[in-house]
């Protein structure tokens, strides 16, 4: 009979090699485990978890594709994805680069014909502005305002039918058609103004005649800027000036004299006249003379002339003389 076998002694392991082979427990667990397996189970299993580790690190490498995709940050298997997701992105792009083409032709397109339009409506207006019979002046319907005996009608419409009749109102000359209304004899100021679509509107300022000149056998009208607004027989109620022939400064200092009277006082004169600048005289109706001097001091000697003319003692008296307003002098 034989003697039974004896239990082979556990293997021993290096201290560094049962390291590096053991699995990532902590101390405490290895101290734990150790004390509570036999040592039979303990190296047995000890052998096991060796032998299952160095099967472990002995695993094929992975193939290099997969290595490389890992590098790369995708998946395996990414390589067709990418082709895949390359050939998507292409196309989008594609898309919108012809949207874009065809935004840009369509906003071409569009100011292409915005800017048509407005050339034909410029040229719409011009025609109508410049060359349309709808904004010709038509004479009768110029309209006419301030015209009386000294300046006719017919002179004004002579005038706007040589210069105005059958012209465009945008292409009127309104300033040269004025022009020519201020060359008519009478007409002191003159303002043209556009009415819609056909008329105009002739506001006249006419010269008023303030004083006769007698000039062989009639009497030449003359307004107060010594302008001559016409010829007449008679002087019609003006005051006849007597003045030096040809000699304008004289002419001048009378009409500035009558110039600042009122026209009360004006209205009383029936005869004017003067040898130089300083010697003017005025005849009133009634046959009192007025010594006027210069034509200084011309509302002094208006107010000074107006009480010596209502004062009891001198109101009878046939010359005053105001040249010197502040030592006036009378006579009977």
């Known amino acids: 009979m034989k003697p039974p076998a004896r239990p082979h002694p556990p293997r021993f392991e290096p201290p560094e090699r049962a390291k590096r082979t053991a699995a990532p427990t902590s101390g405490s667990q290895r101290a734990v485990a150790s004390s509570s397996r036999p040592p039979s189970e303990g190296a047995t299993t000890q052998s096991q978890r060796l032998r299952t580790d160095g099967v472990a690190a002995?695993?094929?490498?992975?193939?290099?594709?997969?290595?490389?995709?890992?590098?790369a940050g995708a998946a395996p298997g990414a390589a067709g994805s990418r082709s895949a997701r390359r050939t998507v992105v292409s196309t989008r792009s594609a898309s919108r680069f012809a949207?874009?083409?065809?935004?840009?032709?369509?906003?071409?397109?569009?100011?292409?014909?915005?800017?048509?339009?407005?050339?034909?409506?410029?040229?719409?207006?011009?025609?109508?502005?410049?060359?349309?019979?709808?904004?010709?002046?038509?004479?009768?319907?110029?309209?006419?305002?301030?015209?009386?005996?000294?300046?006719?009608?017919?002179?004004?419409?002579?005038?706007?039918?040589?210069?105005?009749?059958?012209?465009?109102?945008?292409?009127?000359?309104?300033?040269a058609l004025r022009d020519r209304l201020l060359e008519i004899p009478g007409v002191r100021e003159a303002r043209v103004?556009?009415?819609?679509?056909?008329?105009?509107?002739?506001?006249?300022?006419?010269?008023?005649?303030?004083?006769?000149?007698?000039?062989?056998?009639a009497f030449v009208l003359l307004d107060i800027d010594g302008?001559?607004?016409?010829?007449?027989?008679?002087?019609?109620?003006?005051?006849?000036?007597?003045?030096?022939?040809?000699?304008?400064?004289?002419?001048?200092?009378?009409?500035?004299?009558?110039?600042?009277?009122?026209a009360g006082l004006a209205g009383e004169i029936t005869k004017v006249g003067a040898d130089s600048e300083d010697t003017v005289t005025m005849t009133m109706r009634g046959g009192a003379t007025v010594v006027w001097g210069s034509a200084e001091d011309t509302q002094l000697k208006i107010r000074v002339l107006a009480v010596l003319r209502s004062a009891e003692q001198t109101k009878g008296a046939r010359v005053f003389d105001v040249s010197a307003p502040t030592l006036p002098i009378t006579r009977s």
């Open 58 to 71: 002995r695993a094929p490498r992975p193939p290099a594709e997969v290595v490389r995709a890992a590098a």
């Open 99 to 175: 949207e874009r083409v065809e935004l840009q032709r369509r906003l071409t397109r569009r100011r292409a014909y915005r800017t048509g339009a407005a050339i034909l409506v410029v040229l719409a207006l011009g025609w109508l502005g410049l060359l349309s019979p709808a904004f010709k002046v038509d004479p009768s319907r110029v309209v006419v305002t301030g015209a009386d005996a000294i300046v006719a009608r017919a002179a004004i419409d002579r005038v706007v039918s040589a210069h105005a009749a059958g012209i465009p109102l945008p292409r009127l000359n309104t300033a």
């Open 193 to 217: 103004t556009r009415v819609w679509p056909r008329g105009l509107a002739v506001l006249l300022v006419t010269r008023r005649p303030v004083v006769a000149v007698p000039t062989a056998g």
């Open 227 to 262: 302008v001559q607004v016409g010829r007449s027989k008679a002087p019609g109620g003006l005051p006849v000036a007597s003045v030096p022939a040809k000699n304008a400064r004289t002419l001048r200092a009378v009409l500035e004299v009558l110039r600042g009277l009122p």
